[in-house]
């Protein structure tokens, strides 16, 4: 079976400018996760999504944002850049909803690089 | 607040050598623990769930226990190989007074030489 692609697969963008990424989950996976990845932190969980709805929200500033549509795609804007933004942005889906017991599956990711 | 921790930060072993990665989380009120493997600039691959209701979890040469109580996980690799190489991450499943979401440890950098 197909599994979660994330597009694009890297990104360079300047700072201050503003960057939507895409998310298309696994044919049935209802809840997608969305988490930012950098060398310091380790993975950091950013929001989720279940039925268009966001249900859980990470401590991240109003920059970030996300949606998701009728068809589980999801998409995560960042707008006004900043150098700290460059990491590798990870979405991950699972059947759901949490706390369902089921098997969360990632994407390879958005490698966002922000000069 | 959850927090997870992995012991060793890295590991270096010759191949045929079994070995065992630790994890530890702070909140034992978890619904699950997931294991993955990380390749260098690559997403996340899916090792092992283990349910909250669950003791271990048995994939090929992969064994991973769960002790919620002491608020530890282990992951054990049994003769390792070259292409086990990786980053393993382990997440935990929790809510923490809010909803679902997966907390995940610095991980474990696994090296098997030749």
């Known amino acids: 079976k197909a599994g979660v692609t994330q597009t694009p697969r890297y990104l360079i963008k300047t700072r201050g400018q503003q960057v939507t990424l895409s998310c298309s989950p696994i044919?049935?996976?209802?809840?997608v996760s969305w988490y930012q990845q950098t060398p310091g932190q380790g993975l950091q969980f950013l929001f989720e999504?279940?039925?268009?709805?966001?249900?859980n929200k990470g401590n991240f500033p109003g920059r970030f944002s996300g949606r998701q549509f009728s068809n589980s795609r999801s998409e995560m804007n960042v707008s006004t850049l900043e150098l700290g933004d460059s990491a590798l942005y990870l979405c991950?889906?699972?059947?759901?909803?949490?706390?369902?017991?089921?098997?969360?599956?990632f994407g390879q990711g958005t490698r966002l690089t922000v000069v | 607040k959850q927090e997870v921790t992995q012991i060793p930060a890295a590991l270096s072993v010759p191949e045929g050598e079994n070995l065992v990665l630790n994890c530890s989380f702070t909140?034992?009120?978890?619904?699950?623990l997931q294991w993955f493997r990380q390749d260098p600039g690559k997403g996340l691959t899916s090792l092992l769930l283990?349910?909250?209701?669950?003791r271990e979890q048995t994939s090929g040469r992969l064994n991973a226990s769960l002790d919620k109580s002491s608020g530890r996980s282990t992951l054990y690799i049994a003769a390792s190989q070259p292409g086990d190489s990786a980053t393993y991450l382990c997440?935990?499943?929790?809510?923490?007074?809010?909803?679902?979401?997966?907390?995940f440890g610095k991980g474990t950098l696994l090296t098997v030489n030749p």
């Open positions: 991950a889906c699972q059947q759901g909803p949490p706390p369902m017991n089921t098997e969360a599956f």
């Open positions: 044919s049935g996976h209802r809840s």
């Open positions: 999504y279940f039925s268009e709805t966001q249900r």
């Open positions: 909140d034992s009120a978890i619904y699950n």
């Open positions: 283990i349910q909250s209701s669950q």
């Open positions: 997440a935990v499943g929790s809510s923490g007074g809010s909803n679902y979401k997966l907390t």
